[in-house]
Structures are given as structure tokens and as C-alpha cells.
């Protein structure tokens, strides 16, 4: 990735770390101010041939807590991200559905992208928001549109092709790059078995 985008990454975390610490702590002094600062300035996207690889380097002396607090920062980061990019498809793909989600909620899933309950409450992977945008909206088009259609019939596909006809690549992305995506975000925001 270049410069501009590092220091995009770098300025968009530092922002939301420094917000999330004030309403955390409300009219307390910023005292971690500078380490949230340097933790920022290490966070970077790294391009690994097609593999994006999301790095967080705490810089030193840190203590017990800070891993933990790291990765609670991060996963609050990422889901902050993601919730920002799927209103923006839902903005798009529910006036033409005619219908909405009552709820979307993330987290990690193992094996499944995202799916949709009887309440019609939307479930994403949290490890969505380390994928290129066009397979997040490739998830979220299929999940809404089990609104209207609760199997995997042709008329569902034809539904997902009307919407978004690029699903195929992104499906078959998803497929090739899945477990890759879904181990980094374990490594990332999920302590690591001591012993």
C-alpha cells in the first residue's frame, strides 16, 4: 500500500481511538494520549501479493494489559468501519427490496459469511471488514435478499444477479481467500491459548 494510504489508516484509527478513550472517560485528561498516538502510528495495511495483512507493532516498554486493550481498540476499530460501509449498502439495496433488516449484528463466525434469522436480524463476520469492499457487498446483497426469498432458488439468484451481478467473483474470492481472512481476524483480536 502507498504512503497516502497508510497515513489515511494511521489518521481514521488515531480519531477513533482518541474519541472511544474520551467517551470511555469523560472529562479525564488524555495521559494515554501519546501511546494511543504512537499505537497509531504503527498501525498499518500491508499489502501481501493479493492478501491485505492488518499489523498493529506496540511499541515498548507496554505492560500486561495493553495487549488486551489493543485488541479490544481494534476489533471496536474494525466493526466501526464495517457498520459504516453496510449502511451504506443498505441504503442502497432496501428501497429496491422493498424490505429492511430488523438488526444486523457482527462477529466472528466460523465457518458461515453472514445469515438471516426469523426476526429477519442480519448476521455478518466481523472478518468481512478485512475483505475488499465488493465481497462485503456481495455478502450483505445475499443476506437482504433472503428477505424476500428465505432459499437458494434460482429465483434468489436471478435476485442476487438483478442487484449486484458481480456476485460470482466475489463469491468465488471469498471461497479461495475465506480462511485466510478469518485467521487473521482470530490473530488480531482474539488472545492467543497460553501453554
Same mark, same amino acid.
Given at each position: ?10 489518521? @481514521? ?8 478513550? +474520551? ?17 497509531? /502510528? ?22 500486561? +494489559? ?9 476489533? @471496536? /476499530? ?9 449502511? $451504506? /449498502?443498505? +441504503? ?18 466460523? @465457518? ?22 465488493? +465481497? ?27 442487484? /449486484? ?21 482470530? $490473530? ?8
Amino acid at each position: 500500500m502507498n504512503k497516502a494510504v497508510d497515513d489515511a489508516v494511521r489518521e @481514521s484509527f488515531l480519531a477513533f481511538a482518541i474519541k472511544s478513550f +474520551a467517551q470511555l472517560h469523560p472529562g479525564k485528561d488524555l495521559e494515554i494520549h501519546d501511546y494511543v498516538k504512537l499505537l497509531a /502510528y504503527h498501525l498499518a495495511a500491508v499489502a501481501r501479493g493479493k492478501t491485505r495483512r492488518l499489523v498493529v507493532t506496540l511499541p515498548r516498554p507496554h505492560g500486561k +494489559a495493553t495487549l488486551p486493550a489493543a485488541r479490544a481498540l481494534l476489533r @471496536s /476499530y474494525l466493526e466501526a468501519q464495517i457498520r459504516r460501509d453496510i449502511s $451504506r /449498502y443498505l +441504503a442502497r439495496y432496501c428501497p429496491e427490496l422493498g424490505r429492511a433488516p430488523t438488526a444486523v449484528k457482527l462477529r466472528p463466525l466460523k @465457518s458461515l459469511w453472514g445469515s438471516l434469522d426469523t426476526r429477519d436480524r442480519v448476521m455478518l463476520d466481523l472478518a468481512l471488514a478485512l475483505a475488499p469492499p465488493a +465481497a462485503l457487498r456481495y455478502v450483505v446483497v445475499h443476506e437482504l435478499c433472503h428477505l424476500r426469498i428465505r432459499s437458494h432458488s434460482p429465483r434468489f439468484w436471478a435476485l442476487v444477479e438483478k442487484l /449486484y451481478p458481480e456476485w460470482r467473483e466475489q463469491r468465488d474470492w471469498l471461497r479461495i481467500h475465506g480462511q485466510a481472512l478469518k485467521a487473521e481476524l482470530t $490473530r488480531l483480536i482474539q488472545s492467543q491459548p497460553h501453554g
